[in-house]
């Protein structure tokens, strides 16, 4: 009996990998959406070498170790934060990019933004470390390649909006994002092996990546937009009220149109103040507190949480397709909470194998992160204003990119300073944010739930439990 539930067991592991493995296949969606998944799919597997080159957690890391001595470290902390902002802050130019793409064509424009952030990756290889000049020159270099990137997804947000229904959005994206973390973190493996063996390495490692990360961009370029002559079109066509603008006021016009997208995003930046703390004050604490190598401070800042990750992306796809984003928050905030806490306690009482753990919890929350961050939006746009939406919810992070990370470590370096606290207490406020995002999330819902019920005594309209509200 016991060797017939182990070989049960083994049958069952063997189905789920190869359920697993047979979802990624073109051929596992409709005919019509299957062969831009599969260049899709390919291209990012390509870019992810480049990407790797300016993700948050190698970044922090490399500039927290590789500058250490160089500068004051309170100067390099600030640089840090400001690393681990980068991704966020380069969402402030997300109007720029809408303006100058609106009418025009999405994949030529895609394709040079990618053009461009390869290029900004070779030449990050090129800055020196014994400097001053040389952090900030990679500091910089790192902001302008994650503006650029951050072109790049405003406008993809489009292209999925034509090319993907809502019923498998959601699923093909998790898709992507988990080709491209699983990508990212074991290079961050890769890189962290390479560095503690020579710290020179990412001289020669940053160009092979960029390298890779053109060939995805030549398989991006052959990706077709479902009715883009009509998009462009529409767009080109739109009132002067509903063309992007330059002007930051238009963001707030939008967000007092639509009163349940601008709850949505009151209750984001309050969950995401918090969570954006983390990633610079984690580098920090890796180093500071830890005393970790290259390898073992990325795999907590970069390669745990991104491996981890696409182990929730099913199950997260899965519940976003079936309910609005809103109430999927509701649970989502939750993880990060429970992680932010993790690394409160694993800080303040040094357990090194709690941070570990509590990396792995956050890449539980990053999964469904990845999607609702992505997709939340186009909840609630209508299809030629998606980018609009999208630019409005990326120009908010980069406002709180612009305040929590260096909110973060300067109060954490104070307090360690004038009361001896440990490295990382800060983190106790992160999970309080995140816990707070959650309670807001919960109350949005319960007041979407009233009013959508008011709705249908006068009006025909979608079952609230259809509705996922």
């Keep these: 009996m016991p060797v017939n539930q182990e070989e049960s067991r083994v049958e069952e592991s063997v189905g789920f990998a190869q359920r697993a493995w047979r979802s990624f296949r073109p051929s596992s969606y409709p005919l019509l959406v299957r062969q831009n998944f599969s260049?899709?799919?390919?291209?990012?597997?390509?870019?992810?070498?480049?990407?790797?080159g300016i993700e948050t957690g190698i970044v922090t890391v490399l500039a927290k170790k590789g500058f250490t001595g160089v500068v004051p470290d309170v100067q390099l902390d600030i640089i840090v934060a400001l690393l681990g902002a980068s991704k966020a802050i380069a969402n402030l130019?997300?109007?720029?990019?809408?303006?100058?793409?609106?009418?025009?064509n999405k994949l030529v424009f895609t394709g040079s933004l990618q053009a461009t952030c390869a290029v900004i990756v070779v030449l990050l290889a090129m800055v020196p470390t014994n400097s001053p000049m040389g952090l900030y020159l990679f500091a910089v270099g790192v902001l302008l390649a994650r503006m650029v990137w951050a072109g790049f997804i405003t406008i993809r947000s489009t292209i999925w909006n034509a090319n993907y229904e809502r019923s498998i959005r959601a699923t093909i994206t998790g898709k992507l994002a988990t080709v491209q973390v699983i990508f990212v973190g074991v290079l961050g493996i890769g890189l962290g092996l390479a560095m503690d063996l020579d710290d020179r390495s990412f001289r020669v490692m940053l160009p092979i990546g960029a390298v890779l990360g053109v060939i995805g961009i030549a398989i991006w370029m052959r990706i077709r937009v479902r009715g883009h002559n009509?998009?462009?079109?529409?767009?080109?066509?739109?009132?002067l009220n509903a063309t992007p603008s330059f002007n930051p006021l238009r963001m707030i016009a939008i967000l007092r149109e639509d009163k349940a997208f601008g709850g949505y995003m009151g209750c984001m930046f309050i969950l995401g103040m918090g969570n954006l703390m983390v990633p610079p004050l984690l580098a920090v604490v890796v180093v500071d507190r830890f005393d970790m190598g290259y390898l073992e401070a990325m795999l907590v800042t970069n390669t745990l949480p991104f491996l981890v990750m696409p182990l929730s992306v099913p199950i997260w796809s899965r519940l976003l397709s079936r309910m609005h984003v809103i109430r999927f928050r509701v649970f989502h905030a939750q993880?990060?909470?429970?992680?932010?806490?993790?690394?409160?306690v694993a800080a303040v009482m040094k357990l090194e194998p709690l941070l570990y753990f509590a990396a792995a919890i956050q890449?539980?929350?990053?999964?469904?992160?990845?999607?609702?961050?992505?997709?939340?939006?186009?909840?609630?746009?209508?299809?030629?204003?998606?980018?609009?939406?999208?630019?409005?919810?990326?120009?908010l992070t980069g406002v709180r990119g612009l305040i929590a990370p260096f909110i973060g470590v300067l109060l954490d370096g104070l307090l360690a300073e004038f009361f001896g606290t440990p490295r990382g207490v800060v983190f106790g406020v992160s999970m309080a944010l995140s816990a707070l995002g959650a309670l807001g999330f919960f109350l949005l819902e319960r007041t979407m739930r009233d009013r959508m019920a008011m709705k249908h005594e006068d009006v025909e309209t979608t079952p609230v439990s259809k509705a996922g509200l």
């Design 39 to 52: 260049h899709e799919i390919v291209s990012i597997m390509f870019f992810s070498f480049l990407l790797a």
């Design 93 to 104: 130019t997300s109007f720029v990019w809408v303006k100058l793409n609106h009418g025009r």
């Design 230 to 239: 009509q998009l462009m079109h529409a767009e080109r066509s739109d009132s």
């Design 335 to 344: 993880v990060f909470a429970l992680a932010n806490g993790l690394f409160f």
């Design 363 to 395: 890449g539980l929350a990053f999964g469904g992160g990845a999607l609702a961050w992505t997709l939340g939006h186009l909840d609630f746009a209508p299809p030629n204003r998606a980018s609009q939406y999208m630019s409005v919810h990326v120009t």
